[in-house]
């Protein structure tokens, strides 16, 4: 047994005793044995990934497992990869829960509910157990059992507030719809898939794709788009994402929107370019599109969103857009036969997922660690937390600084990437191909637009929720977490770090999943190609180098004005000074404020509906006594796209209740028409 089945095998072992253990124990007990138990399922699940893409190898079967055909599970460089993903935030997610889950919070609203419920903890590491062996599946009977599980432990953790809040049921209804929406779209595409080549392993449906008629493969190919991407959170697939997350603890926020919808990523890669090939260019143009439309419009629900984990959750949507770009373009240039650029794309796509994955985990802690304080998430009633929890403060500014895609962030280094292979592609411009013309400087301009807009996005959240002057009493009397929260956010700081200072420890890694590809690389690409470019980066546009810049000309600047004003009398009181003396919360900028200007800008495309009240004093009307000033950003697509979808599906569960009568007659008729279209089918196409 090498060292991949031991670390996964000891983990689901650890992980299954942690389960029962927090299924028996008290409330105190609990939270440190689902949270030591996620984090060595985790900790298995990080070696086994790293052995992997270290070039070992792991395939078993064990027949007689599942009732429907054999478990199989093999790994490769891909699916470490995805695993040590998985892994890395299991680590943190379950040290951070041991203080999150402790009775005692604002969160705590009795025993046998919340985050630190019995049902709760003992499903926490079964959901890190399922997530770690999604990615080492060997066949599709046992991806589509694991997929399942997946979905299904995650929706008991998204119910976890269910008894205080009521929108915790309306989430999770739209999570579990969408979800399973998107699992009939794997499970018809893999299953269509497996009986046209006649097995269901893996290395069978790779060597039968080329057989497939073209029509067919597509077919297959875009159901796998509609199911992996419901779970990447593309639009307009995106509607469970944003309400989804905000609701459920925010260790399983991290979870899901850090490594859950990673796995989204995996399934397209697995199924596109592994099993079927590569396929088309006109597959992976609908690719870059939805990445394209995803990235813009998730930022720019996230410039305006006042829920801090709901701007989080947008976010997500916007660099799972970002990275199903970088995917789609590889697609495009692989179909053309440029491996070299195709292979760079593919690299900056592969990399800007485990940044995204380190800051976003970072962030949804953060804001865990703000609303285990203050039991807020509205940024209009926050601030003031620089002075209140300076450690996570600090912590959080590292994750949004990596979001904003800033230097010295990590999230900088992958989108320049990223930004670099699509300039690249530019002088393709001048081809024949008209596609290509088109749609790569297009892809440069949303690129940098939605860099721009997410630069915005977390100056308002950092400066509007942490700095100033608190505008509520719970913001004002908040407290530092716990020090396991603290020390699980210094973990996720001290990656986002290192993948910040030295990308280039990534590149062996990031050539080894490109090898997995044949028709994507051809190994001439692979000679120093992906790890030359992050060492030119680590070299001229060094984030090590930008951050001593910085600091050096924040010092000399500091250093001026304390030598400029020595010689300055101090002032001891202001005679007008612009209600500086007496600074009020009101005075400042709100999240609403802040995003005004862009909520004018895109006016056309967010449809902000708007509410004044104007009060007038009992004596006279030309008195004003107060004006109350209200906005709500809806999620558009959702209101034009969702309400006709579910209107026609409640139309035709009442028509099919109409049908259910009783009468035998009646079922015998449809069991008849049934049969005789099943015969038809079948006749046709066989």
């Known amino acids: 047994m090498n060292l991949v089945a ?59 497992l599942l009732p429907l055909g054999t ?31 402790s009775p005692g919070s604002p969160l705590d609203h009795g025993p046998g509910s919340g985050a630190g419920s019995r ?12 997530m770690v062996w999604v990615p080492i599946a060997g066949n599709v009977t046992t991806f589509l059992v694991l997929w399942e599980l997946m979905a ?35 499970l018809l595409a893999l299953v269509l898939f497996s009986s046209q080549v006649g097995g269901d392993s893996f290395a069978a449906l790779r060597v039968g794709a080329a057989e497939l008629p073209t029509t067919l493969r597509s077919l297959i190919f875009l159901l796998a788009l509609v199911g992996f991407g419901s779970k990447a959170g593309i639009v307009p697939l995106h509607v469970w994402l944003p309400r989804a997350h905000p609701e459920a603890p925010s260790h399983v926020s991290a979870l899901m929107s850090a490594a859950m919808v990673t796995l989204g ?45 709901r701007l989080l959750g947008y976010s997500t949507t916007e660099n799972m857009g970002l990275i199903f770009m970088g995917v789609g373009a590889a697609g495009i240039f692989a179909a053309d036969g440029d491996r070299p650029l195709a292979t760079l794309l593919l690299a900056a796509s592969v990399l800007h997922a485990i940044n995204h994955t380190g800051f976003k985990t970072l962030l949804f802690l953060g804001a865990g660690s703000v609303l285990r304080s203050t039991g807020l998430r509205n940024l209009d009633s926050l601030g003031g937390l620089v002075s209140r929890m300076p450690i996570t403060t600090a912590l959080f500014g590292v994750g949004a600084l990596a979001a904003a895609a800033l230097p010295p962030g990590n999230g900088f280094v992958s989108e320049w990437l990223l930004l670099q292979g699509l300039i690249h592609s ?21 690129v940098a637009l939605t860099a721009g807009l997410g630069v915005a996005t977390f100056v308002k959240a950092f400066g509007v929720g942490f700095l100033a002057r608190p505008r509520s009493m719970a913001a004002g009397n908040a407290i530092e977490s716990p020090v396991s929260m ?52 680590a070299g001229s546009m060094s984030p090590l180098l930008i951050l001593c810049g910085l600091f050096a000309a924040a010092l000399v600047i500091v250093v001026t004005l304390r030598i400029a004003g020595r010689g300055l009398p101090r002032r001891k009181a202001l005679v007008w000074g612009c209600g500086g003396t007496r600074l009020d919360p009101r005075m400042e900028y709100t999240a609403t404020s802040f995003a005004e200007p862009l909520t004018r800008v895109f006016d056309d495309v967010l449809a902000p509906e708007q509410d004044i009240d104007v009060t007038h004093h009992a004596e006279s009307r030309y008195l004003i006594e107060s004006v109350q000033y209200r906005q709500k950003v809806a999620d558009r697509v959702e209101v034009a796209l969702y309400p006709p979808l579910l209107g026609a599906a409640t139309g035709w569960g009442r028509l099919a209740g109409r049908m259910q009568n009783g009468s035998v007659h009646r079922y015998l008729a449809f069991g008849l028409v049934g049969l005789i279209i099943v015969l038809v089918v079948v006749g046709v196409t066989s």
């Open 265 to 309: 990523l995996y399934g397209i890669l697995r199924v596109g370019f592994d099993l079927l090939g590569g396929g088309q260019r006109w597959w992976w143009v609908l690719v870059l599109a939805a990445g394209a439309v995803s990235a813009l419009y998730g930022v720019l629900q996230a410039s305006v969103a006042v829920d801090l984990k």
């Open 119 to 130: 049902t709760v903890q003992a499903v926490l590491p079964l959901f890190v157990t399922t």
């Open 486 to 537: 603290r020390a699980a956010m210094a973990l996720a700081a001290t990656g986002c770090a290192a993948l910040a200072i030295v990308p280039a420890i990534v590149g062996p890694t990031l050539n080894r999943v490109a090898a997995t590809f044949p028709t994507v690389c051809d190994g001439a690409p692979l000679q120093g190609g992906v790890t030359l470019q992050l060492t030119r980066i």
């Open 152 to 186: 299904l432990t995650s929706l008991v953790l998204v119910l976890a507030e269910h008894r205080a809040r009521p929108q915790v049921r309306t989430a999770a209804a739209w999570y579990a719809s969408m979800t399973h929406a998107g699992f009939v779209a794997i």
């Open 6 to 64: 031991q670390a996964l095998l000891g983990g689901t072992v650890f992980a299954l005793a942690g389960a029962v253990g927090a299924a028996l124990t008290g409330p105190r007990v609990r939270a440190v044995v689902a949270g030591v138990s996620t984090s060595v399922c985790g900790a298995g699940g990080l070696l086994a990934g790293i052995a992997l893409v270290d070039g070992q190898t792991y395939s078993a079967t064990v027949p007689g």
């Open 426 to 446: 530019l002088p393709a411009a001048g081809s024949p191909s008209v596609l290509i013309a088109v749609a790569m400087p297009l892809a440069v301009g949303v």
């Open 71 to 101: 478990a199989a599970v093999a790994g490769d460089a891909l699916s470490g990869v995805f695993v040590a993903l998985v892994g890395a935030v299991a680590v943190i997610a379950g040290i951070y829960s041991i203080g999150y889950t």
